[in-house]
């Protein structure tokens, strides 16, 4: 088991959030979990490894089918989060030299993270079942054996994305911004507004 001030690799991204908190205790079914600077790094480790030493964390909320895949990039989990599978499988994957950052307080609820570059998400931000988080386009529009641009994600504090919700290369959603169900985020997005619509409309 890894100790609680190690540091995680990982390789892609994809995520997902609710809209209010009535919606969000009945999605997520009010798990609240503790993590205490969860912060898990090393070598390239089987998808099931990775589970068991999450696993072993007494202040993680952590769901059955958890998967971190490790591409020699790092993942950073602040306190008081819960990584939840109860819709599907939540899967955080990083690309070598990537970066993912969680926040504490932070519900996630059978998301999808893939960071090729960055992917940060602030503290007390909830996530609903199926949103996807992706800061690449992974090929090029021509020739897929090519690389797809990327740009980092920025999520600040207090962010709620609800289900199916899409987050695209490139954007930032400002404080406390709430983004309602199946909306698509193209562009960036100021603090404290409500976004729905594909693309997002304020």
């Known amino acids: 088991m890894l100790p609680a001030s190690a540091v995680l690799p990982v390789r892609t991204i994809f995520c997902s959030l609710s809209l209010n908190q009535k919606n969000l205790d009945i999605l997520l079914g009010n798990y609240l979990g503790l993590i205490k600077a969860a912060k898990i790094c090393g070598k390239s480790v089987p998808k099931w490894r990775v589970h068991h ?111 199916r919700v899409i987050v695209l290369r490139g954007v930032t959603i400002g404080s406390g911004t709430q983004v309602l169900p199946g909306s698509v985020v193209t562009k960036d997005l100021p603090a404290g507004v409500f976004a729905a619509g594909v693309p997002e409309v304020l």
């Open 53 to 163: 030493q999450l696993s072993g964390r007494k202040d993680l909320v952590l769901g059955k089918e958890v998967e971190v895949v490790n591409d020699g990039g790092t993942i950073e989990i602040g306190q008081r989060c819960s990584l939840l599978s109860g819709y599907q499988r939540l899967r955080l994957k990083v690309g070598k030299d990537a970066t993912l950052t969680i926040g504490d307080d932070c519900i996630l609820e059978s998301v999808i993270i893939a960071a090729s570059t960055s992917v940060s998400i602030g503290k007390a931000c909830r996530l609903g079942p199926f949103v996807h988080i992706m800061d690449s386009d992974f090929h090029d529009l021509h020739d897929r054996s090519l690389p797809g641009p990327t740009a980092p994600i920025h999520i600040n504090d207090g962010v709620t994305l609800g289900a």
